[in-house]
């Protein structure tokens, strides 16, 4: 059974750093809202530039055009907020008198390396569980290759570590039961549910079904964005690797900002010459999963003016 691009529930777009990842995306989610799809492109990238893209605004999230929503991840918002929804679950499981301390803990963790991702990972699943209510399709515009391979990695590596955590914490429950044998007191509290393992659980199921999600290549697919050049022909072979890795599809590649023909002086000619190297080692790379070739265009890509011109390129070439 084969699957549309246009049936897929979520794309992802990633590549290196300065390839046109951003355009790609924007484009295609254009194209997309054109089909009448209903999207909503998200950009994972700190260094955000999908607004700019659209020439507008979107304070976190907006309407950039009919069936298209935009929402750009704050790291930092992301992160306080993360870290309140932490210390609200808290305070509905511990004790007051150690609250106080609890608290300065989250706090020093706010700082702490990974504390972002994290929030940024959190996000990422709130924004999957809109599809089918809110939208038919979201598309990530992600932050450069290695970025975008650990958020991805992430709903695996953190259901084995919560795993790991239930277990230790229902031991600790079997031991406290034991514990609790001949006092009235201690048995009215190993009888009652615990909040905590609740949570942990509840974690626990929200990482296997993203996990689920992501590794589905009928509702899941990443599309790398490359340049004839050769760092990025390197980065997406040793990127397709890593994603095989964790079984997330790939559904194809888009070589972006290719040359035109034309005249042009010795320079162009070498230029010429060396693109044309470097796209025969893409067609032997990963010829069955070309997508889509796009011409370096003579102006910026800002805009809807712009945006058409991308939109109209994609339209030819992904009509499936």
Wanted: hydrophobic share 40%.
């Amino acid at each position: 059974m084969t699957i549309s691009l246009w049936d897929k529930k979520a794309i992802f777009f990633g590549g290196k750093g300065g390839v046109g990842k951003t355009t790609c995306a924007a484009s295609f989610s254009l194209l997309a809202a054109q089909r009448g799809i209903r999207t909503l492109v998200v950009s994972t990238d700190p260094a955000h530039s999908l607004a700019d893209i659209f020439a507008t605004t979107i304070n976190e999230e907006g309407q950039l055009a009919p069936n298209l929503w935009g929402y750009e991840i704050n790291p930092q918002k992301e992160g306080a907020r993360y870290m309140e929804r932490i210390k609200t679950q808290l305070q509905n499981v511990v004790s007051p008198i150690i609250m106080e301390e609890i608290q300065r803990q989250v706090e020093a963790a706010y700082s702490a390396p990974g504390s972002e991702e994290a929030a940024i990972f959190d996000k990422f699943i709130d924004l999957l569980e809109r599809i089918e209510t809110e939208f038919d399709l979201v598309v990530f515009d992600t932050a450069p290759t290695g970025h975008t391979l650990r958020l991805l990695s992430l709903p695996e590596l953190l259901a084995a570590w919560i795993e790991h955590l239930i277990a230790q914490r229902e031991k600790a429950n079997r031991l406290m039961s034991m514990a609790a044998v001949g006092s009235r007191e201690l048995k009215k509290k190993t009888d009652k549910p615990d909040p905590v393992l609740a949570t942990l659980e509840r974690r626990e199921k929200r990482f296997r079904r993203t996990r689920d999600f992501i590794v589905d290549d009928q509702a899941a697919s990443f599309i790398f964005v490359i340049n004839a050049e050769k760092l990025p022909i390197l980065e997406t072979k040793k990127a397709i690797g890593i994603l095989d890795k964790y079984h997330i599809p790939v559904g194809g590649i888009i070589v972006n900002r290719l040359l035109p023909p034309g005249e042009g002086g010795s320079f162009w000619a070498r230029r010429r010459e060396l693109e044309r190297q470097y796209m025969i080692e893409i067609e032997q790379e990963f010829g069955s999963m070309i997508l889509a070739k796009l011409p370096l265009l003579p102006d910026d890509i800002y805009g809807r003016e712009a945006l058409d011109k991308v939109v109209q390129e994609l339209a030819k070439q992904i009509t499936d």
